[in-house]
């Protein structure tokens, strides 16, 4: 009989003299034994013989909980330990049992007045603070359930388990430092723990300490060579730092392990994509889109994945971060514009040097503050850029989240009384979309930052009647709201640097220059065909693409030979910084965009730089947001509807000296006169939206769909 058994027993026996009452102790102690053994159906026979002899054995009442809750049946299981706590109300095991079957239930609020309780009886007991700390994880109170794992390590002789769950509360709350401390003394008890190992790579990872990070996930692979977490968070670090080589090298490896594992699976198709490595990739990314997991949605939308897929890629997702968060919503308080400013609060990590902050800028600074109050919550820190110290300054109020966990942030932000919270992330690189899930603002936007639907957390999507029609609203958990013109902003007052000379961006001189500055993973095997046959269809012409990874650029490199085309054609844009990339847009002739993904930001560069925009519409919203550039700028002309029809029209533009010319021309006449760039009307239509979204809110209807009218 081991150690607990014989605790179980010097707690529950019982002692009445009499032949009886030894009688009754004799069946407990088997039956404790047999418990402990996990032989449950003759434990439940002895126990109820106990019972028999004796109704009110507050013992044998608590472990036939014990046994119900081992079986599933967590009803029976509470009502036998409130029995038992009804005969001896001080029982500390029959308390923390209770709180663990409450937990199972989602009692949570109970659960935990009952471990409370255990540890006011008995504040040594360290089976209680650890169900306690669990349950208030649980509910995302990781402040709390910090406090309750540090006093079971100041309790008991420290374990490897304890530090663990003390490391992931830490982490949790964003304190990585002090977590990765409390996994490195798990390690230091335990070092043959993959899982440990795991975890102390994640909160280093956390620290912006990539190599040591690195080294912990591959200890953790080398003790347990099927530990796939570790193989699919080492291959997103290499991934990061821009060896993709050694990222796809890990992704491969679990995959001859585990050839099934989901996750991996998709996770080294978009890397694939990524590095344009595309022998077989089509018909895995079909497989992929044809399955019910939860994928990141924002890999599923370079997938070729239809709107209806999107959506329920995007609503998994979403279903993915549970059901636990507190709604925080405030009850509609009447404002009126004569009675205070309606609050606008933008969420977002990318309030630094990034494309978004790029575009949305002059729009926080032209914010119409008679009306509104705008603050920033920046889950990012400083980068020292320009683009930072201008961002802070247009904001009334720039508030760092950063340290915050998702719940404190979201308290927080609903503590300042916004009234529209407005994302800027959706699900791209560093989101925290969590945070969403608290409702912490009675209305939430999905806006700029994600080209597609959330599946849940935003009540509305800014779009416009291009890029989103509205018979396109089945395919969007938001309801869609129409600006006239453009959903995306701009920044006039980019600069554009001095020119370089051809020979400076390596382009030859006289050659007609073919551009597309997007990013790698945007680019296909059916739009890299279509730009080699444009090459061979246009003697001495080039492609111009930005600087890619040295494994992307030789499977270009690879991919124009296998199309007969000289790879030397095939020039690469060293990234700069924007004023001079734009400056050298001058030398290309026609920017040719990518399908299923257009170019945003990119798309706006160009055509801000006076680069006319070639693009393919789609059925989605990411696959339409050039087209919608194209007819904010006045340039409709240039959105083709299928990929025959923007080969066709690309070779026309690049033989037509005259017809390219008259785009040049219409271009340069609409930058400063059409929608795309008048920021000013732009914000005018924005802020339109924001109180049209108010008064439905303040109404007390339900969102619906709406466009606004031009002002």
């Known amino acids: 009989m081991n150690r607990k058994a014989r605790r179980a027993i010097a707690r529950y026996a019982e002692r009445p003299a009499g032949a009886a009452g030894s009688a009754v102790g004799v069946l407990f102690t088997r039956a404790v034994a047999l418990l402990q053994a996990k032989r449950l159906e003759e434990a439940e026979t002895l126990y109820l013989k106990v019972l028999a002899a004796n109704p009110n054995h507050a013992g044998s009442l608590n472990h036939l909980g014990v046994i119900a809750r081992a079986r599933g049946d967590l009803e029976k299981a509470v009502s036998f330990i409130r029995r038992a706590l009804t005969i001896r109300p001080d029982d500390v095991s029959a308390l923390v049992n209770l709180g663990g079957v409450l937990r199972l239930l989602g009692e949570y609020e109970e659960a935990i007045s009952a471990c409370r309780k255990a540890i006011s009886l008995k504040p040594a007991s360290t089976e209680a603070y650890t169900n306690l700390g669990n349950l208030l994880m649980e509910i995302k109170r990781p ?418 030979a296998m199309r007969c085309v000289d790879p030397a054609r095939l020039v690469f844009a060293p990234k700069m910084d924007l004023p001079a990339h734009l400056a050298r847009h001058v030398h290309a002739d026609i920017f040719l965009d990518t399908l299923p993904v257009n170019a945003h930001t990119t798309a706006s560069d160009a055509l801000w730089a006076g680069l006319p925009v070639l693009t393919c519409a789609g059925y989605s919203f990411v696959s339409r947001v050039a087209g919608s550039l194209l007819h904010a700028i006045g340039l409709p002309e240039l959105v083709t509807s299928s990929l025959e029809e923007y080969e066709k029209l690309a070779l026309k533009l690049a033989t037509d000296a005259g017809l390219l010319a008259g785009f040049r021309s219409r271009l340069a006449a609409n930058r400063l006169n059409a929608p795309l760039f008048d920021i000013a009307r732009y914000s005018r239509d924005l802020e339109a939206a924001y109180w049209r979204i108010w008064e439905i809110h303040e109404a007390g209807e339900t969102p619906r769909a709406f466009a606004v009218e031009r002002i």
């Open 143 to 560: 402040h709390e359930a910090v406090f309750a794992f540090e006093e079971v390590l100041k309790i008991a002789p420290p374990t490897p388990n304890a530090y663990l769950r003390l490391g992931i509360a830490l982490a949790e709350l964003k304190r990585m430092e002090a977590a990765a401390e409390a996994y490195e003394k798990a390690v230091a008890l335990d070092p043959g723990s993959a899982g440990l190992h795991y975890h102390l790579g994640n909160a280093l990872l956390g620290m912006g300490r990539d190599a040591p990070a690195s080294e912990a996930f591959k200890k953790a692979i080398a003790l347990d060579p099927d530990f796939a977490p570790a193989y699919i968070n080492l291959a997103a670090l290499l991934q990061a730092r821009g060896m993709l080589r050694e990222a796809l090298t890990v992704h491969a490896e679990l995959r001859g392990r585990q050839p099934d594992h989901a996750q991996n699976n998709f996770n080294y198709c978009f890397l694939r994509n990524y590095a344009c490595d595309w022998d077989g990739l089509a018909d895995e990314q079909s497989r992929l889109l044809q399955t019910d997991n939860r994928f990141v949605p924002f890999s599923v939308l370079a997938m070729n994945a239809t709107p209806a897929q999107q959506l329920a890629f995007a609503k998994r997702w979403a279903a993915g971060f549970g059901d636990q968060a507190i709604c925080l919503t405030r009850a509609p308080a009447a404002i009126g514009s004569k009675r205070r400013k309606l609050r606008l609060g933008y969420l977002s990590s990318d309030f630094n040097n990034h494309a978004t902050v790029h575009l949305v800028s002059e729009l926080i600074e032209r914010h119409d503050r008679e009306r509104f109050e705008v603050s920033a919550y920046c889950y990012s820190r400083d980068d020292g850029s320009p683009q930072r110290s201008r961002i802070r300054d247009a904001f009334d109020r720039f508030i760092e989240i950063i340290d915050l966990p998702d719940s404190l942030a979201a308290r927080r932000i609903h503590a300042d009384g916004i009234d529209i919270l407005v994302d800027l992330k959706g699900y791209t690189k560093g989101t925290r979309s969590q945070i969403l899930k608290w409702r912490p603002a009675p209305i939430q936007v999905n806006y700029l930052g994600y080209p597609g639907t959330l599946g849940d957390f935003a009540d509305y999507i800014v779009a416009d009647p291009f890029i989103a029609p509205m018979d396109h609203q089945p395919f969007y958990s938001e309801k869609i709201v129409h600006l006239p013109d453009c959903y995306q902003p701009n920044d006039t007052r980019k600069v554009i640097g001095e020119a370089p000379s051809r020979y400076a961006c390596g382009l030859p001189e006289g050659a007609f220059v073919f551009c597309s500055f997007n990013n790698t993973y945007k680019i296909t095997p059916e739009v890299f065909d279509i730009w080699m046959r444009l090459l061979q269809a246009v003697p001495g012409s080039v492609l111009w693409l930005l600087e890619a990874n040295p494994l992307v650029k030789n499977n270009l490199a690879r991919e124009a």
